[in-house]
């Protein structure tokens, strides 16, 4: 459909007019605990917002995914009530992680009429999912 030039000239008009029209530092990388990141996604099947796990020690990962878990229910309760905890989810590159997630189908990065829905779908759910991480960061970081 589209050249992987081209491609990628869709992808860079998107995340730049997303910037744009929503001008705020997120937290994503900058989380302060090493291999735990938050994350956008947008492809030509879906959009997310997620909590990524990435150490390479599985006894770390599984410790923040636990974590997680034991948050479970305020997560769901008082921040994204339909996020989905994935103990095994599988990348693009093939690398299963842990990862926490909420997401938007029937949305295309390369369809542009479905751009305004999801830069309003990432705002929000990122903003919720901040201010969740925020509030628990230091327990989660706790060892």
Known sequence: MFSTTEAKQIRQEFWTTFGKQYPRRWLL???????????FTFTTKKAQVSIDIEPNDSLLRE????????????????????IVYDAHYELDNGKFIPRLYVEKLQVSIHNRTTWEETMQFLSDQMELLEDFFVTYKDYIKDK
């Open 29 to 39: 990388y900058n989380t302060k605990i090493k291999n735990v990141t938050l994350k």
């Open 63 to 82: 410790y923040y995914f636990d974590k997680f878990l034991s948050l479970q229910s305020i997560l769901t309760t008082e921040y994204l009530e339909h």
